[in-house]
């Protein structure tokens, strides 16, 4: 089954920012590994995804990969934390009926020389279906975040609402984030907008919390964690809210 499977190249347009020699000795049979997902009409699932330390070898690979279909009114929820793993990945290929909703965010935290990567390829093939994608990256290092997504909205899929946003927080010098999105629409009556921007610590913020007796490094870990936090604001689990910004967090304090 695996004879037709070959590890990607950085010609590869999905893996253009990706650390492909993580890849050598990896078994085919578990690149090739996905898992298939189908959320009934009208229904509601969330999926989380966590990508450590503690779950990941922080010197090898770790890829996630999910085939989504998304039933008529139904709505797919996806919330991640990358923070593990010399090259962390989630893949997600998701296909929307009518009315349906897919809602994600993700978080990409780390140094070193790793990469930590959200790619999505999202396909509106229905009238009347939404997404909105939101992710942040905070890295440090020679650490690298990247957020590739896809949408496809066929010609049938009018009143499609589709939306992107991406921000990336480089914390040292040498730190380098990667936004790619693609747009490809072939129905005249939709809404399709992304954003990305990237930038440092806000000096501003940090100096005003030091006035007010903050050490800097408590002031660089409530900034993060509010500029990580947009990511998880749909996601109306506190508990499990603050389980992902934890462990995103717990990876910055291991840098501070």
Same mark, same amino acid.
């Given at each position: 089954?695996?004879?037709?499977? *070959?590890?990607?190249? +950085?010609?590869?347009?999905?893996? =253009?920012?990706?650390?492909?020699?993580?890849?050598?000795?990896?078994?085919?049979? &578990?690149?090739? =590994?996905?898992?298939?997902?189908?959320?009934?009409?009208?229904?509601?699932? +969330?999926?989380?995804?966590?990508?450590?330390?503690?779950?990941?070898?922080?010197?090898?690979?770790?890829?996630?990969?999910?085939?989504?279909?998304?039933?008529?009114?139904?709505?797919?929820?996806?919330?991640?934390?990358?923070?593990?793993?010399?090259?962390?990945?989630?893949? &997600?290929?998701?296909?929307? *009926?009518?009315?349906? #909703?897919?809602?994600?965010?993700?978080?990409?935290?780390?140094? =070193?020389?790793? &990469? +930590?990567?959200?790619?999505? +390829?999202? *396909? #509106?093939?229905?009238?009347?279906?939404?997404?909105?994608?939101?992710?942040?990256?905070?890295?440090?290092?020679?650490?690298?975040?990247?957020?590739?997504?896809? %949408?496809? &909205?066929?010609?049938?899929?009018?009143?499609?609402?589709? @939306? $992107?946003?991406?921000?990336?927080?480089?914390?040292?010098?040498?730190?380098?984030?990667?936004?790619?999105? $693609? /747009?490809?629409?072939? @129905?005249?009556?939709?809404?399709?907008? #992304?954003?990305?921007?990237?930038?440092?610590?806000?000096?501003?913020?940090?100096?005003?919390?030091?006035?007010?007796?903050?050490?800097?490094? *408590?002031? =660089?870990?409530?900034?993060? $964690? @509010?500029?990580?936090?947009?990511?998880?604001?749909?996601?109306?689990?506190?508990?499990?809210?603050?389980?992902?910004?934890? %462990?995103?967090?717990?990876?910055?304090?291991? #840098? /501070?």
């Amino acid at each position: 089954m695996t004879q037709d499977v *070959a590890f990607p190249t +950085r010609k590869d347009e999905a893996w =253009r920012y990706s650390d492909t020699d993580a890849l050598a000795g990896m078994d085919l049979g &578990v690149f090739d =590994r996905w898992q298939d997902i189908e959320v009934p009409a009208g229904e509601t699932l +969330r999926e989380t995804l966590v990508i450590s330390d503690e779950n990941a070898d922080p010197d090898g690979v770790e890829l996630r990969r999910l085939r989504v279909k998304i039933g008529k009114g139904a709505r797919f929820e996806l919330f991640g934390v990358i923070a593990g793993a010399q090259l962390g990945r989630v893949e &997600v290929v998701l296909t929307l *009926a009518e009315g349906a #909703h897919f809602e994600m965010g993700g978080i990409t935290v780390g140094g =070193r020389s790793t &990469v +930590r990567e959200f790619v999505t +390829r999202v *396909a #509106h093939e229905e009238p009347n279906a939404t997404s909105n994608q939101i992710v942040r990256s905070v890295h440090w290092g020679k650490g690298t975040g990247n957020f590739l997504g896809r %949408i496809d &909205v066929v010609r049938d899929a009018q009143k499609t609402d589709a @939306a $992107q946003s991406f921000k990336g927080l480089l914390l040292e010098k040498g730190a380098s984030v990667n936004a790619v999105p $693609q /747009l490809e629409i072939f @129905a005249d009556d939709v809404k399709c907008e #992304h954003g990305a921007s990237v930038g440092q610590m806000d000096e501003n913020a940090r100096f005003y919390m030091a006035a007010r007796g903050l050490s800097p490094e *408590a002031s =660089r870990r409530l900034l993060v $964690q @509010a500029f990580i936090g947009d990511a998880l604001v749909e996601l109306d689990d506190e508990a499990e809210q603050e389980r992902l910004l934890r %462990i995103a967090l717990d990876k910055l304090d291991k #840098h /501070l």
